[in-house]
């Protein structure tokens, strides 16, 4: 299996590991298929994404993709942390292995379970945001030798 460069220094230098403890939202996803559990810390003011921290009990892509991510999301504004998906995480890695791609899954599902939480604590409702899953595993397609 080939990481590329970006993937490695992620991987072996994540960026935001720790805890907000005046977080603005936190959220917390895993996937039971692979086993792996993520938490995202947001602190957000006047509608910015001030900082982002991250837990992962995870892989390697895991902790790569929650690090990219968590730099992705600083600095955004509300609506422009809901493009960071899993494709743009990917894309900022120049790429992850095919069996792989679920662990950048779990990253935007973790940032959208974060940012909903804010949202419900301060009563907004934030556009193109679902309500988050506790295990992203029961809604994906991925076939299970994919794990
Ligand atoms: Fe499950 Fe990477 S997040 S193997």
Excluded at 5 to 33: C, L, Q, W, Y
Excluded at 117 to 126: F, L, M
Aim: hydrophobic letters at 40%; aromatic letters at 6%.
């Amino acid at each position: 299996m080939q990481y590329s460069e970006k993937v490695m220094d992620h991987f072996m230098n994540p960026r935001n590991v720790g805890e907000i403890e005046d977080a603005s939202g936190v959220g917390t996803v895993g996937n039971a298929k692979c086993g792996d559990i993520m938490k995202v810390y947001l602190k957000i003011e006047n509608g910015i994404v001030e900082d982002a921290k991250f837990k992962t009990f995870g892989c390697g892509a895991a902790v790569a993709t929650s690090s990219m991510a968590t730099e992705l999301i600083k600095g955004k504004t509300i609506q422009e942390a809901m493009t960071i998906t899993n494709k743009a995480v990917m894309e900022a890695l120049d790429g992850l292995p095919p069996i792989k791609v679920h662990c950048s899954c779990l990253a935007e599902e973790a940032l959208h379970a974060a940012l909903w939480d804010y949202a419900e604590k301060n009563g907004i409702v934030i556009e193109g945001l679902k309500k988050p899953v506790n295990d992203i595993s029961e809604h994906e397609e991925v076939p299970e030798e994919d794990y």
